[in-house]
């Protein structure tokens, strides 16, 4: 079966570079996305990677797959008050009825000025 | 602007008083999704439409149902709330055919009494 998981929480300085981890299950998705939430709101997708990729960098943001291991990071550069939220990861599987996701259960960034 | 849109974002209803959550989109996306999240949670779905085509997630209660009259609106009715439905509603959409990924509306938080 389908099975995400994200370590619960991460802590750094203002400035620092923060790496947040995701593991998956499902070898047959193809996309995998990163979903930034913050308090009391819904969730914004930050980018995805195509399963056939193993790097995407927008802007801050560097996502690595490493889809031997079904390994997927996160890794924001210069990490800002503004980005303490929660960070979902999630894998895209499809069958007859759509488009599914499966979340794992969120990494909350709390980032110290 | 907003795409998809989600009303109320504070809902209070009583033990057993049935609630209707409405979801409305203007992206004009075949796939339509409801989910649950509770506090620290990931989401987790509940039911999805394609097109008119209902879809139940074998572990939803039948205390929730949904309606979609049309493309654009999708209703989360809950028939007689309990204090474990008490959560943050979250809809999604996403087109079928060329669909990477689902966009979030705002959710409704919603609180039981």
């Known amino acids: 079966g389908e099975d995400v998981e994200q370590s619960l929480f991460l802590s750094v300085r203002e400035g620092d570079s923060s790496v947040i981890n995701c593991t998956y299950t499902?070898?047959?998705?193809?996309?995998l996305y990163w979903y930034k939430q913050e308090p009391g709101a819904g969730l914004q997708l930050l980018t995805y990677i195509f399963s056939n990729m193993d790097m995407k960098q927008d802007q801050r943001l560097t996502v690595l797959l490493n889809k031997k291991d079904k390994h997927l990071s996160l890794r924001i550069a210069d990490t800002q008050t503004g980005d303490s939220a929660i960070y979902f990861c999630?894998?895209?599987?499809?069958?007859?009825?759509?488009?599914?996701?499966?979340f794992g259960g969120g990494t909350r960034l709390m980032v110290k000025p | 602007d907003a795409m998809v849109i989600q009303n109320p974002r504070y809902q209070v209803t009583q033990f057993g008083k049935p609630v209707t959550l409405s979801c409305s989109q203007t992206?004009?996306?075949?796939?339509m999704y409801w989910y649950q999240q509770k506090s620290s949670q990931a989401p987790k779905l509940l039911f999805h439409y394609y097109d008119k085509d209902f879809n139940n997630e074998a572990d939803t209660p039948d205390n929730f149902q949904s309606r979609r009259p049309n493309t654009s609106f999708c209703f989360l009715d809950i028939r007689s709330p309990g204090l474990g439905d008490a959560a943050m509603y979250l809809c999604?959409?996403?087109?079928?055919?060329?669909?990477?990924?689902?966009?979030f509306g705002p959710g409704t938080r919603l609180t039981v009494t």
């Open positions: 499902d070898s047959s998705s193809t996309y």
């Open positions: 999630a894998e895209r599987t499809q069958n007859n009825a759509g488009n599914m996701l499966t």
């Open positions: 999604a959409t996403s087109p079928r055919d060329r669909g990477r990924e689902q966009y």
């Open positions: 992206l004009n996306h075949n796939v």
